[in-house]
């Protein structure tokens, strides 16, 4: 939640997420997508995360847990910075599920 992919590696805006990840998948220059808006969906050449309100990064080949309609990718080597709180959960369930209710939270 909450970030995007650096660089863009075409023009164009999908209006769909399978369109763009089906582009993506077809090149190795590709490595991941940002969903931008409703129906708003770019291909990126960066696997370097920043964050943007309201915008959605996925990172090519990276595992994922579909968790309630929210896509959590797991990225080996990568941690997210800041805690929202001092809880520490004993499940991924139980983690996703608090992430899910606040609005601080970014994975």
């Known amino acids: 939640k909450n970030s ?4 863009y ?3 164009v805006t999908y209006t769909s997420d ?5 582009v993506c998948a077809g090149s190795s220059s ?3 997508i940002t969903k931008e808006g ?3 969906y770019r291909t990126n050449t960066g ?3 920043s964050t943007k309100k309201g915008n959605h990064a996925y990172i090519q080949g990276s595992p994922f ?3 309630k309609k929210y896509y959590f990718t797991e ?18 369930s139980k983690a996703m599920a608090a992430c899910l209710t606040s609005s601080k939270c970014n994975g």
């Open 4 to 7: 995007k992919l650096s660089g």
């Open 9 to 11: 590696y075409d023009s």
């Open 18 to 22: 399978s369109k763009a990840f089906k």
């Open 30 to 32: 590709c490595k991941g």
């Open 38 to 40: 409703t129906n708003k």
């Open 47 to 49: 696997t370097t995360t």
């Open 65 to 67: 847990v579909l968790y």
């Open 75 to 92: 990225k080996e080597g990568y941690t997210l910075s800041g805690y929202v709180s001092d809880t520490k959960y004993t499940t991924k």
